[in-house]
C-alpha cells in the first residue's frame, strides 16, 4: 500500500522549504562573508590581485554551507511549527484525527531533502573545493612575482617581516630594498641595500643584497650594531608561504577510498587509521544530523499545545537539546581518533536525537504526562 501525500503535507513541506531557504542564506551570508574579510586581509595584504580572492572565496562556499545546512534545518523547522501553533493549525489537524506521529512525516521528508543535499556537499563538493584550495594556495606560495615583486608598497609576507622595494627594472634588479626581520624581539634586525636579486638556489628562494647595511639593535643594552656589506644572502623561502587550510589530505579523499583503502589513506595523509576512520563516517553522520535537527525541533514545539508556559520554552527546549546531542557528537569523537575499530560512536548522537525525538512525540501523543505535570505545578503554587 503506497504512502498517501496529502495537501497539508504538501502545504507543511512548502513552508519548510521556505523557511530553511531564507535561514541557510541568511547564514551562509554571514559566516561567508566574515570568512571573506580574513581571507581579504590575507590576500590582499600578500599582494594577490582581487580575482584570486574571488576564486577562494568561492572554493570556501561548499564548507560553509556544509556547516550552515543542519543549522538553517533546526532553524526553519522551529519557525515553521512555531507558526503553525500559534495559527492553531496544528491543533486544528490533531483534531481532525493527525497524531503527532503522522504530523511528522512531512518533517521527515523535509530532513530528507536536506540530508541529501548534505549527502552531495559531504561526499563531493566539500572534499574537492577543499583539494583545489590547497592546490591554488601551493601554487600561490611559489609565486614570488605575486608575493614580494611588488614596487612601492609595504609587505608583510609573515609575521615580523615587512618588505619594501621601491622600483623594479625590466631586466629584474631590485632597487632600493628594505627589509626588517623582528621575529626575534630582543635582536630586531634591518636590512637595507641599494640593489638585490631574487637567486633561485638548493630548492629555496634567496634574496640577495648588493652594497647595504645591517642594522641590528640590541634591547637589552640599547645599543645598535651596523655592518656594511659589498652582498648579502637573505633565505627568504619561509617567507612565502602561504597559510593552509588547516586540513590534511584525508580530508581531500574520496569516500569510497576512505572506507576501502584506508591503511592507504592513512599513510599518504600522514595520519591514523582512527582519522580515516573519523573523516569518512563523519561524512555520513553529518548526513543523517541534518534529518535529526528537523525532527528534535518539530517534536519538541508540538508540547507547546499542551503547556501553558508558552511555546518559546519549548523553543528553548529544543536549542538546549540540539546543543547536548552535538556535545555527545564532540565527546564521541575523542575515542574514534585514537581507536578506529569505534567508528559506531560517530552515529551514536544520530541515535540520540532520534529517540529524543521519539520521546518527545509520544509524550505528545500522551497528554496525560503533561496534565499530570501541570496538576503537581499548580498543586505547588497554590497557598
Not at 528537523?294 to 536549542?319: D, E, H, K, M, P
Amino acid at each position: 500500500m503506497g504512502v498517501s501525500v496529502t495537501r497539508f503535507d504538501r502545504y507543511m513541506l512548502s513552508q519548510f522549504m521556505v523557511l530553511f531557504g531564507f535561514f541557510a542564506l541568511v547564514l551562509v551570508s554571514i559566516f561567508w562573508i566574515n570568512k571573506a574579510v580574513r581571507m581579504f586581509d590575507r590576500l590582499i595584504a600578500d599582494g594577490q590581485p582581487a580575482w584570486v580572492f574571488l576564486e577562494f572565496t568561492a572554493l570556501t562556499l561548499p564548507g560553509v554551507i556544509g556547516i550552515v545546512l543542519p543549522i538553517a534545518a533546526f532553524a526553519g523547522a522551529v519557525y515553521v511549527t512555531n507558526r503553525l501553533s500559534t495559527e492553531s493549525e496544528l491543533t486544528v489537524m490533531q483534531a481532525t484525527g493527525y497524531s503527532p506521529y503522522r504530523l511528522i512525516r512531512p518533517v521527515v521528508v523535509f530532513g530528507i531533502i536536506v540530508a541529501a543535499m548534505m549527502s552531495i556537499l559531504t561526499h563531493f563538493l566539500i572534499p574537492s573545493s577543499l583539494s583545489q584550495l590547497e592546490r591554488r594556495q601551493a601554487e600561490i606560495s611559489q609565486n614570488i612575482t605575486a608575493k614580494l615583486l611588488t614596487a612601492g608598497e609595504f609587505l608583510h609576507p609573515a609575521p615580523g617581516i615587512t618588505f619594501y622595494i621601491r622600483n623594479i627594472t625590466p631586466v629584474g634588479e631590485l632597487q632600493n630594498v628594505f627589509l626588517s626581520d623582528r621575529r626575534d624581539r630582543d635582536n630586531p634586525v634591518t636590512y637595507t641595500s641599494s640593489t638585490a636579486y631574487l637567486v633561485q638556489q638548493d630548492g629555496g628562494t634567496k634574496l640577495v643584497m648588493v652594497k647595504g647595511l645591517a642594522q641590528t639593535h640590541n634591547r637589552e643594552n640599547n645599543r645598535l650594531f651596523t655592518t656594511h656589506f659589498d652582498d648579502f644572502s637573505y633565505d627568504i623561502s619561509t617567507l612565502v608561504v602561504s597559510d593552509s587550510t588547516g586540513t590534511t589530505e584525508v580530508a581531500f579523499a574520496k569516500t569510497s577510498d576512505l572506507l576501502l583503502k584506508p591503511g592507504e589513506i592513512a599513510e599518504q595523509s600522514g595520519v591514523g587509521l582512527g582519522a580515516v576512520a573519523y573523516e569518512a563516517h563523519s561524512r555520513f553522520a553529518q548526513v543523517l544530523m541534518c534529518i535529526v535537527a528537523a525532527t528534535i525541533g518539530f517534536a519538541t514545539l508540538l508540547l507547546g499545545n499542551y503547556s501553558r508556559f508558552g511555546v518559546w520554552r519549548q523553543v528553548i527546549v529544543a536549542f538546549l537539546l540540539l546543543v547536548s546531542i552535538k556535545l555527545v557528537e564532540g565527546a564521541a569523537s575523542g575515542p574514534v581518533l585514537k581507536n578506529a575499530s569505534l567508528w559506531p560512536l560517530m552515529y551514536v548522537p544520530a541515535a540520540v536525537g532520534s529517540i529524543l525525538s521519539l520521546i518527545l512525540l509520544y509524550i505528545s501523543a500522551n497528554p496525560g504526562f503533561t496534565r499530570m505535570f501541570t496538576r503537581r505545578q499548580s498543586a505547588g503554587d497554590a497557598p
